[in-house]
Every structure is written in C-alpha cells, then in structure tokens.
T-cell receptor, first 115, second 112 residues
Framework: GAGVSQSPSNKVTEKGKDVELRCDPI?????LYWYRQSLGQGLEFLIY????????KSGLPSDRFSAERTGGSVSTLTIQRTQQEDSAVYLC?????????????FGPGTRLTVT | AQSVTQLGSHVSVSEGALVLLRCNYS??????LFWYVQYPNQGLQLLLK??????LVKGINGFEAEFKKSETSFHLTKPSAHMSDAAEYFC??????????FGSGTRLLVRP
C-alpha cells in the first residue's frame, strides 16, 4: 500500500514568511509524528498526535511552530515568521497503533530552506 | 531519560568486508531499540527492531543487531558490505511516550 507522503518535497522561503508543510500518513495509522533533521541538531522530535488525545507538543522549539491534524488523518505543520535556523528537513512518520512494538514509518521529508 | 550514542560519525569499509556500526543506549526501563537507514534525499527506512524478544535481531538487506543488556549496546552488523549499503544509519530508542530518540547517525562509506 501507499506509504507516508509529504508535500512539498522542497520549499524555499524568505525570512519572515509563514510556511505550511503537509503530511499524509498511512491509511489507518492512528499515531502521527513530526521530526526535524538539521545539520547542527540531528534528528529531533517536534510533535506527536495520537487519535483524539491532546497532542504532545513538547518538542516544538518555539511558539512560531504549530501543527494540527484534521479528521485523524492529514497533518499540517506551520512555521510562522520563519528564521534561517528553521532550515532543515522536516520528516513525518505514522504508526499503526500506540503499541510499544510497532515501528514508525517515515515519509520522504520536506526540505525547507529559509533565505 | 533515554539517550542513544553512536560512536563514529563516519565508517569506511571495503566491499565484502564486515560492517560494524556501534550504538549504546541509556534507558531506565527495558528499551525498545531500532535501526533506521537513510539513503540520500530519502526518508528513514526501518532495518530492524528489538522489542524484548530474541536478543539477536535479523533485519532487511542482511543486517542484524545484538542486544546486550550488560553492555547497554545494540550494535549493527553485516558480514559482507555491498556498494548499495552506503548510506546513513541511525540508532534510536523509543521513550515511554512512543517517541523516538535518535543517535547522531553514522555515515557508512563502502570502497570498491
């Protein structure tokens, strides 16, 4: 079946602009994660959605970052007033259920460049 | 809190040689451990996972890893490297909230 998809694959934006990154998880997966991969920080967790529970936002680096998940499926990560340090690859992952042994499946990522 | 340390940001081997990528973890509870591979401009692909069943875990593409509690290690090995194995490899531990905590990654170079 189809894997996790993300769009756009690449995004170049000017400093100060807002951007939206989209993630389509695998159908039927109840958990959705956002991670960020950057040269200086490696792979770091941003936010996690599980079903109808309140999201775990503990990894968001500032209040310029927000995310939502509509209808338990598609998720959008929004970065307001982008800064150069936001340049990174943003990876989305989904997971079938919140069962400890289930792995996360990753999308191809969105490469964000802030000029 | 859990953490992962990957020794060696770059590992270079000859084609046909043994591949050994090191991973040590820190966890206050029995860990769930994962190895992911990332090819250029792609997302992460699961190689294998340890979920407290067998300590020797076999994965895709001929890779395997052994969980050693006494050494808090989960090293990744492959008997014979192929050129196609050149990629970046990430070890990760799952925390109590099911988030993944990643190591810094090891880039594997395979020489012809």
């Amino acid at each position: 079946g189809a894997g996790v998809s993300q769009s756009p694959s690449n995004k170049v934006t000017e400093k100060g602009k807002d951007v939206e990154l989209r993630c389509d998880p695998i159908s039927g997966h109840t958990a959705l994660y956002w991670y960020r991969q950057s040269l200086g920080q490696g792979l770091e967790f941003l936010i996690y959605f599980q079903g109808n529970s309140a999201p775990d936002k503990s990894g968001l680096p500032s209040d310029r970052f927000s995310a939502e998940r509509t209808g338990g499926s598609v998720s959008t990560l929004t970065i307001q007033r982008t800064q150069q340090e936001d340049s990174a690859v943003y990876l989305c992952a989904s997971r079938r259920e919140v069962v400890a042994t289930y792995e996360q499946y990753f999308g191809p990522g969105t490469r964000l460049t802030v000029t | 809190a859990q953490s992962v340390t990957q020794l060696g940001s770059h590992v270079s081997v000859s084609e046909g040689a043994l591949v050994l990528l090191r991973c040590n973890y820190s966890s206050s509870v029995p860990p769930y451990l994962f190895w992911y591979v990332q090819y250029p401009n792609q997302g992460l692909q699961l190689l294998l996972k340890y979920t407290s069943a067998a300590t020797l875990v076999k994965g895709i593409n001929g890779f395997e890893a052994e969980f050693k509690k006494s050494e808090t290690s989960f090293h990744l090995t492959k008997p014979s490297a192929h050129m196609s194995d050149a990629a970046e490899y990430f070890c990760a531990v799952q925390d109590s909230s099911y988030k993944l905590i990643f190591g810094s990654g090891t880039r594997l170079l395979v020489r012809p």
